[in-house]
């Protein structure tokens, strides 16, 4: 069956590392993935957007990969703050259903100062 | 600010009610989308309209479920005989719809439904 995983359990680091979120999918071939965060009470906002052709996706301090033979993607935040303390939602689009979003279930960060 | 509203923010129901909400979409966005979201999970689609037409549903989408775009602009989604399981957030989102794939689509605040 088709799955999105992220880490369920939630990441706690300390401001000015570096978090890592990691997404993996299995029966899925996704023509690309999005990346949101999610704060509570709100709904998603889009942060990156990464194609299946493409390896590496950087905005300001936010990096994606994107490995299709592994299935799976990394979300890097560089010099984190706590402001970035947030839910990170991972999403696919198919091939089979251009306007559909698969989200994952999202990993929580928190951002010690 | 996404431009995204939707109404009511909450409400709660005595299970077997109808309920009605409303998303008003980004004006110049063709595109609307309804998801649920159950806490610690991520949004589950339900449905979707290119202006007026619905284009695709969900099976998670049962018969008590009914959405409305009429005019291509607002939309409204119905829940008739709303049971406990019905719980949940309700998030709409837009997309201006020039792009098939890579069409960014903005959140609303959503719309928390809960059940008794």
């Known amino acids: 069956s088709q799955k999105i995983e992220q880490n369920s359990e939630a990441l706690n680091i300390q401001e000015g590392k570096t978090a890592t979120l990691t997404c993996n999918y299995t029966?899925?071939?996704?023509?690309?993935l999005q990346w949101y965060r999610q704060d509570p009470g709100r709904g998603p906002v889009f942060l990156l957007l990464?194609?299946?052709?493409?390896k590496e996706k950087r905005k300001e301090r936010l990096k994606v990969t994107f490995d299709t033979t592994l299935k799976q993607s990394l979300f890097h935040i560089t010099a984190s703050q706590p402001a970035d303390s947030a839910t990170y939602l991972c999403?696919?689009?198919?091939?089979?259903?251009?306007?559909?979003?698969?989200f994952g279930s999202g990993t929580r960060l928190s951002i010690r100062p | 600010d996404t431009g995204v509203s939707q109404n009511p923010r909450h409400k709660i129901t005595k299970r077997g009610q109808n309920v009605t909400f409303r998303c008003d979409p980004i004006?110049?966005?063709?595109?609307l989308y309804w998801y649920r979201q159950t806490l610690g999970q991520g949004p589950e689609f339900l449905t979707y309209?290119?202006?007026?037409?619905?284009?695709?549903k969900s099976r998670l989408l049962s018969d008590r479920f009914s959405a409305e775009r009429p005019k291509g602009s607002f939309s409204t989604l119905e829940i008739q005989r709303t049971e406990q399981g019905d719980s949940a957030m309700y998030l709409c989102?837009?997309?201006?719809?020039?792009?098939?794939?890579?069409?960014?689509?903005?959140f609303g605040p959503g719309t928390r439904l809960t059940v008794l």
């Open positions: 989102a837009s997309s201006l719809g020039t792009s098939e794939r890579t069409d960014t689509q903005y």
């Open positions: 029966n899925y071939s996704p023509a690309y």
């Open positions: 990464i194609r299946e052709n493409e």
């Open positions: 999403a696919l689009v198919a091939y089979s259903s251009a306007s559909k979003i698969i």
């Open positions: 004006s110049e966005h063709n595109r």
């Open positions: 309209f290119q202006n007026e037409a619905q284009l695709e």
